[in-house]
């Protein structure tokens, strides 16, 4: 049973740098899939960050390019998120997960239950 | 990028009827490429249908995707009550991936 989990800090500052790191259990990120970071905001809905291979080639959504930077570490079979310059509209719910389909065109297949992250100062 | 609308916002339903959720895009959505999931609170949300109309694994057949192009629709027959949560759509046909604001279904 393929299994993830985020965790990180739940209460930053403004301006500070939101880390999160997802373990996954049940399957190996170096035997494929991407891996993804979702977030749900109550202003934004559902928003999808940026996906990642195992070998390293990331996607971000444009308008969070410049804030983001996503890495994979096979040997612990975790990923992780790093989004810079916090504000208040970056206080969400924060998901990792395991995607499928192709290269930009995935969907998916097991989330984690996510973890709060609130931005205030 | 391309926009979802969910309709409706919320659906008020009893166990046993069927619910028809829609959910329709701004744009052409490529080779039919969205997905619905079922999220309830304090737990992760689920992969109910993909590409349109295929079912993920695991998933009664009481769930069922149909649509192409701009619309396409959720249905879930003989509702259970382990059914009422909030569906979402996502479309993966072109960058960037964007959801569905939800739709609510829950107990009449």
């Known amino acids: 049973q393929v299994q993830l989990q985020e965790s990180g800090p739940g209460l930053l500052r403004p301006s500070e740098t939101l880390s999160l790191i997802c373990t996954v259990s049940?399957?190996?990120?170096?035997?494929?899939?991407?891996w993804g970071w979702i977030r749900q905001s109550p202003g934004k809905g559902l928003e999808w960050i940026g996906t990642?291979?195992?070998?390293?080639?990331?996607y971000y959504k444009p308008s969070l390019n410049s804030r983001v930077a996503m890495s994979v570490d096979t040997s612990r079979n975790q990923f992780s998120l790093k989004l810079s310059s916090l504000t208040a509209a970056d206080t969400a719910i924060y998901y990792c997960?395991?995607?499928?389909?192709?290269?930009?065109?995935?969907?998916?297949?097991?989330w984690g239950h996510g973890i709060l992250v609130t931005v205030s100062s | 990028e391309i926009v979802l609308t969910q309709s409706p916002g919320t659906l008020s339903l009893s166990p046993g009827e069927r619910a028809t959720l829609s959910c329709r895009a701004s744009q052409t959505v490529s080779s039919s490429y969205v997905a619905w999931y079922q999220m309830k609170p304090g737990r992760a949300p689920r992969l109910l249908i993909y590409d349109a109309s295929t079912t993920a694994t695991g998933i009664p057949d009481r769930f069922s995707g149909s649509g192409s192009g701009t619309d396409f629709t959720l249905t879930i027959n003989r509702l259970e009550p382990g059914d009422f949560a909030v569906y979402y759509c996502q479309q993966y046909g072109s960058s960037p991936l964007t959801f569905g604001p939800g739709t609510k279904v829950d107990i009449k």
């Open positions: 997960a395991r995607a499928r389909g192709q290269w930009l065109h995935t969907f998916v297949d097991y």
């Open positions: 049940g399957y190996s990120i170096s035997s494929g899939y991407y």
């Open positions: 990642i291979f195992n070998n390293g080639a990331t």
